[in-house]
């Protein structure tokens, strides 16, 4: 009996939601330009909260990372996330303004109070629907977890830090490939890439 209730409140709960984004979509049409209503971007939140497994959420980071590794994994950062996320992770660039939903800013606490293991989940594997890439097929798991390392320091750069960030980011516009390999990434932009 209590099983059946369950069943028809998530039934309901679904059917609403459904019935919502209809109404959306008829509404707004499918323009990017527009913000995310508050009930969409909590149901899109739960939705990925829902659709992450447990034992990825409790996932740790295995992988310690060292002051000194930390240049190749700020040189990937704005190698493949900051023409989206910035290199301050603000999101505040070109994409990251005009994207449906907005990118969203990192150093936030929406984005810090999320688990290692969910973190490492988004990168690794995108959210459909929003334009954020899967990377698991792409970077090796160590460089995905130093990247959630480095997500965890993102509140706090320093403008050194940040300095240096924007160098790599115009050498790279400058030389093409040659950050990539510099990150450790030895093909080059539309090539295949290597099996991790
Ligand atoms: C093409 C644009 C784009 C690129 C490149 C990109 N992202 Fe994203 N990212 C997004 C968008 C859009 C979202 C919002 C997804 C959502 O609403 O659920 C997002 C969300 C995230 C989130 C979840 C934040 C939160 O609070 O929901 C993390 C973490 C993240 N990105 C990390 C990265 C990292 C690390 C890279 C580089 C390896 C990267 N992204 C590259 C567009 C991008």
Not at 84 to 101: A, K, Q, W
């Amino acid at each position: 009996m209590r099983r059946k209730a369950i069943g028809f409140a998530v039934l309901g709960i679904f059917v609403a939601a459904a019935g919502y984004v209809m109404w959306a979509i008829k509404s707004h049409g499918f323009s990017a330009r527009e913000e995310p209503s508050r009930i969409e971007a909590w149901l899109a939140r739960h939705a990925r909260r829902i659709a992450t497994p447990a034992d990825a959420k409790s996932l740790k980071n295995p992988v310690h990372t060292t002051d000194e590794d930390l240049p190749p994994v700020r040189h990937h950062f704005v190698e493949h996330c900051s023409s989206c996320h910035g290199l301050d992770g603000s999101g505040n660039t070109v994409f990251g303004r005009n994207m449906y939903p907005k990118v969203p800013d990192l150093r936030d606490r929406e984005t810090q109070k999320l688990s290692d293991g969910e973190l490492y989940y988004i990168i690794s594997n995108g959210v459909r629907f929003t334009g954020m890439p899967a990377f698991g097929g792409e970077d090796s798991p160590e460089e995905l977890w130093k990247l959630v390392t480095f997500i965890r320091r993102l509140p706090n750069l320093s403008p050194e830090e940040l300095k240096e960030m924007e160098r790599i980011a115009v050498s790279a516009q400058t030389e093409g490939s040659v950050g990539e390999k510099a990150a450790g990434h030895t093909h080059g932009p539309g090539t295949q890439p290597p099996k991790h």
